[in-house]
């Protein structure tokens, strides 16, 4: 039971030696004059392994921290904090104060830098977080920038010019546009109504006077010329 006991009361002496308060402050600023301009924040080491809460006067504590190399940082809802608030923290094992040194992010903790800082640490905010996305507002050139904006202009000169241009063109010109586009509304009818034989023949049809002549026309031409050559050969 002693021997128990005496040993629970080494581990804890050793605990007591190993582990250490890291402490610091946040250096209140124009960008951050109080807590309540600060707001929702935290002080962590590797990301949120340890961690520590910030009083009122902007002071922190980090409590047991076991010996090892620490990254510390700052982690806030409404303020930023630069690159050089990431500091590297070294913990001994002896009963001395921390070392603290300027952190990189991405660059490896060995060597270590030969840059030390004082401590307690301390960090003052260096930028506002602002969430706030002003609506943009009308922009009448870049509204006519856009490819679908071109190519409704292009349609409605091209209707409204449309008159004009039919009342400019040949008639039988005309008159071959209008067919066309009977044999064509005619096949989307059909294609609506489930017809798709009629639909495909309309649309296929040329027209009764784009029909070639039928072969008894051709013969009777034919032998016209013939009697007309004949006629022509009897008078010499």
Not at 19 to 38: M, T, V, Y
Not at 49 to 65: A, E, Q
Not at 69 to 89: E, M, P, Q, W
Not at 202 to 228: F, R, V, Y
Request: net charge positive; aromatic share 6%; proline share 8%.
């Amino acid at each position: 039971m002693r021997v128990s006991f005496i040993l629970l009361i080494l581990s804890s002496l050793c605990y007591t030696v190993l582990a250490l308060d890291i402490k610091g402050r946040i250096q209140w600023n124009e960008l951050c004059p109080s807590l309540s301009s600060l707001g929702q924040a935290k002080v962590v080491l590797d990301n949120g392994k340890l961690r520590g809460g910030i009083t009122r006067d902007g002071s922190f504590v980090i409590p047991d921290v076991p010996a090892g190399t620490y990254i510390l940082s700052v982690i806030a809802h409404d303020h930023a904090f630069d690159k050089a608030s990431l500091l590297r923290i070294d913990v001994l094992e002896a009963e001395t104060l921390p070392e603290v040194r300027p952190y990189i992010p991405g660059t490896p903790l060995s060597p270590p830098s030969t840059v030390t800082l004082p401590y307690p640490v301390v960090l003052p905010a260096r930028q506002t977080s602002d969430y706030f996305v002003p609506h943009q507002s009308f922009n009448l050139l870049g509204m006519f920038q856009s490819p679908m904006t071109l190519m409704m202009l292009g349609m409605g000169v091209l209707v409204l010019a449309m008159p004009t241009l039919m009342k400019n063109m040949d008639p039988e010109m005309v008159q071959d546009i209008n067919k066309r586009q009977a044999r064509i509304s005619t096949f989307q009818n059909s294609l609506q109504s489930g017809d798709l034989g009629s639909g495909l023949s309309a649309l296929i049809n040329t027209g009764d006077d784009e029909k070639p002549p039928a072969p008894s026309a051709m013969k009777q031409s034919a032998s016209a010329g013939m009697k007309h050559r004949s006629g022509k050969g009897k008078k010499r």
